[in-house]
Nanobody, 124 residues
Framework: QVQLVESGGGLVQAGGSLRLVCEAS????????MAWFRQAPGKEREFVAA????????HYADSVKGRFTISRDNAKNTVFLQMNSLKPEDTAVYYC?????????????????WGQGTQVTVSS
């Protein structure tokens, strides 16, 4: 089993920045692809960004491209999501996810492990 714990969420004004952190523990593997998803009230959980095992492969949702950056530190079993130029529509609970293979995916069902989420609220 893999446990994922997110942190770094909070309240920020539009145009501001936040850095989310996801710490993995348990039977972790540095070859696992990792991702961030988000879920706004009344909406489906949606893909935000994913990163391959070595950090060289990344993929972003069009809505966050150019504003968000995903990265990882395999030595610390940690994944980051740097969020800049935040907009009110970025308000959601952000979830970290991991899958057992190294290939990245933007499909929710591809991921085997999930964190509990961290709330991000962007005020206008």
């Amino acid at each position: 089993q893999v446990q994922l714990v997110e942190s770094g969420g909070g309240l920020v004004q539009a145009g501001g920045s936040l850095r989310l952190v996801c710490e993995a523990s348990g039977r972790t593997s540095t070859s696992a692809a990792m991702a961030w998803f988000r879920q706004a009230p009344g909406k489906e959980r949606e893909f935000v960004a994913a990163i391959g095992w070595n950090g060289r492969s990344t993929h972003y949702a069009d809505s966050v491209k150019g504003r968000f950056t995903i990265s990882r530190d395999n030595a610390k079993n940690t994944v980051f999501l740097q969020m800049n130029s935040l907009k009110p529509e970025d308000t959601a609970v952000y979830y970290c996810a991991a899958r057992s293979v190294s290939v990245i995916s933007d499909r929710r069902g591809s991921y085997d492990y999930w964190g509990q989420g961290t709330q991000v609220t962007v005020s206008s």
